[in-house]
T-cell receptor
């Protein structure tokens, strides 16, 4: 079955630093989605990528859909304390129905 | 606020019992998805409904079942509960023709 390898598993950074995380897969996806999840809450959609090579920004967040359609990265610039949380990538396959496959998550911790 | 609502927020029950989790999708969304997230784990897809009909199945146990009603709300029924069923259960919905999913706040199920 499809699997996503998300790295790093965790990051400990200083406030103000930039952050980069990525997901890779052996499978091709139609869409890449990036979510942020706070403890005990539902994942919140950050960025959706629909086209290979697409680079999309949402404030301090930038994500790209890899040209091979098998990978994606998310960058956060000038991190702030509210960026703390778990970030998940998700690859979407259309096989009649939408099938969303999630990465294992990247836990971001920020030292003020 | 994603627009997806889930009730209850928390549920505590005993082994062997049966519970029902409820989800209302965003206005206009026809698809509903159910996911399970165990402690510090990624999200595992359980089942999808589209406009009242089952569309796709993931790693859903036979003890679990779901349905989507004419008003598009959905219920996930979990029976013969075991300790290992303790988890966060999320519902997501997607608009027609758009490759993305919006998640609700989740129901935390604790089986004692």
């Amino acid at each position: 079955g499809q699997q996503l390898n998300q790295s790093p598993q965790s990051m400990f950074i200083q406030e103000g630093e930039d952050v980069s995380m990525n997901c890779t897969s052996s499978s091709i996806f139609n869409t890449w989605l990036w979510y942020k999840q706070d403890p005990g809450e539902g994942p919140v959609l950050l960025i959706a990528l629909y086209k290979a090579g697409e680079l999309t920004s949402n404030g301090r967040l930038t994500a790209q859909f890899g040209i091979t359609r098998k990978d994606s990265f998310l960058n956060i610039s000038a991190s702030i304390p509210s960026d703390v949380g778990i970030y998940f990538c998700a690859g979407l396959i259309i096989q009649g129905a939408q099938k969303l496959v999630f990465g294992q998550g990247t836990r971001l911790t920020i030292n003020p | 606020d994603s627009g997806v609502t889930q009730t209850p927020k928390h549920l505590i029950t005993a082994t062997g019992q049966r519970v029902t989790l409820r989800c209302s999708p965003r206005s206009g969304d026809l698809s509903v998805y159910w996911y399970q997230q165990s402690l510090d784990q990624g999200l595992q897809f359980l089942i999808q409904y589209y406009n009242g009909e089952e569309r796709a199945k993931g790693n859903i146990l036979e003890r679990f079942s779901a349905q989507q009603f004419p008003d598009l709300h959905s219920e996930l029924n979990l029976s013969s509960l075991e300790l290992g069923d303790s988890a966060l259960y999320f519902c997501a919905s997607s608009p027609p023709g758009v490759n993305t999913q919006y998640f609700g706040p989740g129901t935390r199920l604790t089986v004692l």
